[in-house]
C-alpha cells in the first residue's frame, strides 16, 4: 500500500515508538515528521491503534501464535 499526505505511521524510536505523519510522498521518495502533540508509547500494538484511530481505519488486535 502505498502510503499517503497526511497518512500517520509509527516507527521505533529508542525504546519506545513515535507516530509520524507524511508531508510528502513521491515516487521512490517520502518525508514525514512527528506529530508533537502524541506521546512516546512503550507498547507498540498502544501506537498502532493509535494510528487507525488517526488515519480512520477499522482496529483489529494482532493475533497471538
Not at 19 to 35: K, Q
Amino acid at each position: 500500500m502505498k502510503p499517503k499526505v497526511g497518512q500517520c505511521y509509527y516507527a521505533p524510536r529508542g525504546r519506545a515508538f513515535r507516530i509520524y505523519r507524511y508531508d510528502y510522498v513521491g515516487e521512490t521518495t517520502s518525508s514525514a515528521s512527528p506529530l508533537p502533540d502524541e506521546p512516546f508509547y512503550y507498547n507498540r500494538e498502544e501506537a498502532r491503534k493509535r494510528v487507525y484511530e488517526l488515519n480512520g481505519w477499522r482496529y483489529k488486535p494482532c493475533k497471538k501464535n
